[in-house]
């Protein structure tokens, strides 16, 4: 396990080290981050490859979706939507997994690497941010779902969505080693699950050489973790 990010450190010699060592090491372990989440799901995956990124100690617990336990009453009091991810970060809650990903970036990230704080850079972000959380939903992650677990979905308006989605990335990514430029940010995390396994929904990738050049940049990171590769029905 990676160590703690942050260390509470007293100036007061006098107090031995060893137990000021234990009293942080124990302030961390309770306020260790705890992620609900479902391993199909590439909004959970995002925030998960952030987490390792970052090397941040945290808890995974799983929330068996397919029978519903998102929607139970204990968990709508985290998230009202009864959806995953939800993060807890001691007493902070924060739902909906790019939410998630400004929220990490913004508390446990002071480079500024994974979200810019420049206005253009931000800005950039968070264009992909919104394609992220729309139109690549609706197309690469609702043709994998209904190929999955038999979602429903109008495979003709799917299609088209998956083309016009991947063929923006292939041409942001023809002069670029990431999709808003030479460093990766949580743009990229949140583009890449439903864009690395659109195959399982029956969405080729043959003709986007530009797209699969940068998901293998990704998948070379550190600590990246790939989304898992699951069998359609």
């Not at 799901?41 to 998960?48: L, N, T």
């Not at 308006?157 to 990431?178: C, G, I």
Request: hydrophobic share 45%; net charge neutral.
């Amino acid at each position: 396990m990676a160590e703690p990010a942050d260390y509470f450190i007293s100036r007061n010699n006098a107090l031995p080290a060893a137990p000021l060592l234990a009293s942080a090491l124990q302030n961390h372990a309770q306020h260790m981050l705890k992620l609900y989440r479902h391993p199909l799901s590439g909004h959970c995956h995002r925030v998960e490859a952030l987490l390792s990124l970052l090397a941040l100690p945290h808890e995974l617990i799983e929330v068996d979706v397919l029978r519903g336990e998102q929607k139970k009453p204990a968990f709508l009091l985290k998230n009202g939507l009864g959806q995953v991810p939800v993060l807890e970060d001691g007493d902070v809650t924060v739902a909906d997994s790019n939410a998630i990903l400004v929220y990490l970036a913004l508390r446990h990230d002071p480079t500024g690497h994974w979200l810019p704080r420049e206005p253009l850079s931000a800005a950039r972000v968070q264009r992909w941010l919104s394609i992220a959380a729309g139109e690549l939903v609706r197309g690469p992650g609702d043709l994998r779902l209904h190929a999955l677990l038999g979602k429903p979905v109008d495979r003709a308006v799917a299609e088209r969505t998956s083309s016009a989605v991947l063929s923006l990335l292939e041409s942001a990514l023809a002069h670029a080693r990431f999709v808003t430029g030479e460093q990766p940010t949580i743009a990229d995390l949140a583009m890449y699950a439903y864009t690395a396994r659109a195959p399982e929904g029956g969405v080729t990738l043959a003709e986007y050489a530009a797209v699969r050049g940068w998901h293998a940049r990704l998948e070379a990171l550190p600590r990246f973790i790939p989304m898992q590769e699951t069998r359609p029905r």
